[in-house]
């Protein structure tokens, strides 16, 4: 059998060529949610009116609109992140009625590294829009036993 002709080249030329756009497809069912509860509690944010998305490299910072998760001041929504590689990083961020782009602590996108195999899922954490959480207060006692040394 030859396998230098013009029809084995191009057939293997195609098989290779399927081959790497089989290896490079991705797929990823990303969950997002964020909590509202702090920019409702100070007016920033009117459940019923107002709505929340989520904006990132999984979607060319699209908006894949977050629904309201009962009665609760969580919104949530997945989607099938077919841009971003598989074992790479995923960027987004939150934003409230198209325009209002959450600015977190760090400044930056808020990031996420991805399943490495394809058809994966993954649950983000539930964040609050600009990581204004409700404040948290944590008494701490210390206390130290000097009894050895009052002795020496």
């Not at 293997?12 to 949610?33: E, M, N």
């Not at 100070?42 to 107002?50: A, K, L, V």
């Amino acid at each position: 059998m030859r396998l230098n002709t013009p029809r084995s080249i191009l057939l293997t030329a195609l098989l290779c060529a399927g081959s790497l756009v089989t290896s490079r497809a991705a797929s990823t069912f990303v969950t997002f949610s964020v909590d509202m509860s702090t920019n409702i509690a100070n007016g920033n944010f009117n459940q019923g009116t107002d709505h929340v998305e989520a904006h990132g490299t999984f979607n060319g910072y699209g908006a894949l609109t977050l629904v309201q998760q009962g009665t609760s001041t969580i919104y949530t929504n997945t989607a099938n992140d077919t841009t971003d590689t598989n074992g790479g990083k995923m960027e987004y961020k939150f934003v409230i009625n198209g325009s209002n782009w959450e600015n977190p602590a760090t400044s930056q996108n808020r990031a996420v590294l991805l399943p490495v195999t394809s058809g994966d899922s993954i649950i983000l954490p539930t964040a609050f829009f600009n990581d204004a959480g409700a404040a948290v207060t944590n008494n701490v006692t210390f206390q130290e036993d000097v009894s050895q040394q009052i002795a020496l």
